[in-house]
Nanobody, 123 residues
Framework: QVQLVESGGGLVQAGGSLRLSCAAS????????VGWFRRAPGKERVFVAT????????YYADSGKGRFTLSRDNAKNTVYLQMNSLKPEDTGIYYC????????????????WGQGTQVTVSS
């Protein structure tokens, strides 16, 4: 059973940067695609970015294209979400999750959700 723990969130001013981590325990982490999602206060969870199991392919929501970069280190069982030029609308709880097969933008395709890490961007 893979368990995921997100970290790296915090309070940052608009224009700043954060690097979120999604660390996995358990076996075969490299077998899974990893997705990141955000839940803003009072809103539904939305897709942010996803990476395939090898790290060779990534896909971003339009809101993060050009600002966010996903990478993974399977030797460390960790996926990283580098977020630059942060905006107040990026505020929310960021969650990571895994899925078998290729990546997806749909949260229902993922499982083993972490507890989330709070990102707050002040204007």
């Amino acid at each position: 059973q893979v368990q995921l723990v997100e970290s790296g969130g915090g309070l940052v001013q608009a224009g700043g940067s954060l690097r979120l981590s999604c660390a996995a325990s358990g076996r075969a982490f490299s077998s899974y695609a990893v997705g990141w999602f955000r839940r803003a206060p009072g809103k539904e969870r939305v897709f942010v970015a996803t990476i395939d199991r090898t790290g060779d392919s990534t896909y971003y929501a339009d809101s993060g294209k050009g600002r966010f970069t996903l990478s993974r280190d399977n030797a460390k069982n960790t996926v990283y979400l580098q977020m630059n030029s942060l905006k107040p609308e990026d505020t929310g709880i960021y969650y990571c999750a895994i899925r078998n097969g290729f990546y997806s933008v749909n949260d229902v395709a993922y499982r083993n959700w972490g507890q989330g890490t709070q990102v707050t961007v002040s204007s």
